[in-house]
């Protein structure tokens, strides 16, 4: 059976990863983090991946060709309309949007020969590149993504004022394990639902299946 290696870029503490062990068994998959401590969490929750603290935008530079599908979910707070809310306007200075999501989408469109899937926030622009649209978020990918990712609702974090524990029920995870030096809320807030990552994973891998049992038909009629 083949083994399908899947790079896990910005990984984070793998909510997009945590349910891709129920689409298949045959999956090798390298994570890639800056921040030491969500890389040694990352590492204790999945402990049969090969975790890699470096940059991530570089690691996917120099090793693109070795993986069959790629997730990406480079840096968002820069592209977030978040920064623009009333009460978000003294905190948040002006500067320049992080282009590496732009740079990523067109450098995976025009070189990688496999699938790939790049999330980010709905920015508060107009894309300078279409993506699909769902939810609250925006996939940039080279196959049509189901109308329904997650099959379940955000929690209402209006309603609340213990955000970490309603989050920390919702992504299956305590963040409060996390001693590092980022925001443990807004890491939590920018955790991808593990729903979503689970149903586009699954819809890469039937594209592969369906790709190869037609490339098998072909071969097998040939004369």
Known sequence: MKKYKILNLYACLGGNRYKWDEVADNLEITAVELDPEA??????????DTVIVADAHQYLLDHYKEFDFIWS??????????????????????????MMLYQEIIFLKHHFEGKYCIENVIPYYEPLIAGQKRGRHLYWTNFILPNDLRGRKNPDLSRTKDLITVLSKFHDYDFRQYKGNQSVQKMARNLVDYEAGKTILETALNIYTKSNVNQTSIFDYEV
């Open 39 to 48: 890389a040694r969490l990352y590492q204790e929750r999945f402990p049969n």
């Open 73 to 98: 979910s480079p840096p968002c707070p820069t592209h977030s309309k978040v920064r623009f809310t009333q009460k978000n306007q003294d905190f948040y200075k002006p500067e320049y949007p992080n």
